[in-house]
C-alpha cells in the first residue's frame, strides 16, 4: 500500500519527511514517479489532474491539502464512494484572520487613497471614521470564517456573519439562508467572503448583492475565485457603488498579466496566499487522519458531497 502526493505547489520534500517518521512503513510516491497504482491506499492532493483519482482501483481515502475541496469535486470522474476529508484549520484560520484584519484596516484608514496620494506628493488628511461605524459583514461563518469574526469583534468591529445553517457565535450579529443574506448584505460596510466554493455560492458576489450593500462598501475576497462575477465588480467600483476591493482568488490563477483588475485604482490584488498550507502546522493533522483511517475508523473533516463542502 501507497500514500500518493499530488501537488503542482505544494513541495512534497517536507511532507515525505514529514510521513517517514511518523508511518516510516507506508511507501510515499510523488506524482509522477512511476509505480503501481494498484497499490495506492491513500492520494494526498491539491488540485489533482482531473481523472487522475479514478485510475487508482484501490483508493481508500482521497485527502486535501487545503481546507477547500472544490478542487477535488470538480473532476467529473471523481470515484463515488471514496470520502474526501478536508484540513481543519491546520494554521489557515489565524493567517486568514491576520488577512481580513489587514484588508478591512486597509479600508477604513483610507490606505488606498494616500497611496494615491503619495504618487502625487499630495498631503491631504483623511478621516478613517470610528471603528464602531464600520459594520463587516463575514460570508462563511465555519471554521475559518468564525475564527475571522471572532478576531475583528475582538479589534472592535462590529461583527455580522452569515452561514447556510443558523450559527450562534459569542459577540457576532449571525443571519442564515437566503433571507438572512438580504438583511445583512445592507449592514455589512466591509464584506469579507470565507465561504467554500459550491453550486450554491458560486457567483455570489454579483450586481444583485453588490446593489444590496451600503454605497461606497468594500470587498474582501478570500474565499474562491468563482464565487465573484468579476465584470459586475468592475462596474460596481465604477460607478461608486463599491469603494474598493482586495481580491486573493481569481478564477483564472495565475492572474493573468493582461488582467484588468491589475492595474485598477481601486482593487488589491494577492496572489492566493490569504491562508496557505504551511507543513509543519498541517502534517500533525494529516498523519492523525491516515492513521485513523488504518484503524478503519472515520477522522473529523469528512466532506458531505452532496453539500459540496
Ligand atoms: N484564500 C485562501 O488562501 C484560502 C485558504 C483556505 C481556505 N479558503 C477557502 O475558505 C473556505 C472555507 O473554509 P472553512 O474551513 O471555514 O469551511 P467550513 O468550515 O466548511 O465552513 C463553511 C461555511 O460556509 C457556509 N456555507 C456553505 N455553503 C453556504 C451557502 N450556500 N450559503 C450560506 N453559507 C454557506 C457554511 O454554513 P454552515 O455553517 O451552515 O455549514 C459554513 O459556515 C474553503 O472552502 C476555501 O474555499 C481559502
Request: net charge negative; charged share 20%; proline share 8%.
Amino acid at each position: 500500500m501507497t500514500l500518493l502526493f499530488y501537488s503542482e505547489t505544494d513541495a512534497p520534500e517536507p511532507w515525505r519527511d514529514a510521513f517517514a517518521r511518523a508511518l516510516p512503513q507506508l511507501p510515499f510516491r510523488v506524482w509522477p514517479e512511476p509505480g503501481a497504482d494498484e497499490a495506492v491506499r491513500y492520494a494526498l492532493v491539491w488540485k489533482p489532474e482531473p481523472g487522475l483519482l479514478s485510475r487508482l482501483p484501490n483508493l481508500k481515502a482521497i485527502v486535501s491539502l487545503g481546507a477547500g475541496v472544490d478542487h477535488i469535486l470538480r473532476d467529473p470522474q471523481l470515484p463515488q464512494g471514496v470520502p474526501i476529508i478536508r484540513l481543519l484549520d491546520a494554521g489557515f484560520a489565524q493567517q486568514m484572520a491576520e488577512y481580513s484584519a489587514y484588508a478591512v484596516l486597509h479600508f477604513q484608514h483610507r490606505m488606498q487613497e494616500f497611496l494615491a496620494q503619495q504618487s502625487n506628493a499630495d498631503w491631504r488628511q483623511l478621516d478613517p471614521g470610528l471603528t464602531r461605524d464600520w459594520n463587516v459583514g463575514v460570508m462563511g461563518l465555519g471554521v475559518i470564517g468564525g475564527h475571522i469574526a471572532q478576531r475583528l469583534a475582538a479589534l472592535g468591529f462590529p461583527v455580522l456573519g452569515w452561514s447556510r445553517s443558523a450559527r450562534r457565535i459569542d459577540g457576532i450579529d449571525s443571519f442564515h439562508g437566503d433571507s438572512g443574506l438580504q438583511q445583512f448584505l445592507p449592514r455589512a460596510r466591509v464584506v469579507v467572503n470565507v465561504l467554500p466554493l459550491t453550486p450554491e455560492t458560486e457567483g455570489i458576489l454579483d450586481a444583485r448583492r453588490f446593489a444590496l450593500m451600503p454605497r461606497g462598501a468594500f470587498v474582501v475576497n478570500i474565499g474562491r475565485g468563482a464565487h465573484l462575477i468579476e465584470q459586475d465588480l468592475l462596474d460596481a467600483l465604477d460607478a461608486g457603488q463599491l469603494g474598493g476591493a482586495m481580491l486573493d482568488v481569481f478564477r483564472k490563477e495565475p492572474l493573468p498579466s493582461d488582467h484588468p483588475f491589475w492595474r485598477h485604482p481601486k482593487i488589491v490584488v494577492t496572489p492566493h496566499v490569504a491562508g496557505v498550507t504551511i507543513p509543519s502546522e498541517a502534517e500533525s493533522q494529516v498523519i492523525e487522519i491516515v492513521k485513523t483511517l488504518e484503524r478503519g475508523e472515520m477522522p473529523p473533516g469528512v466532506v458531505d458531497r452532496s453539500r459540496g463542502y
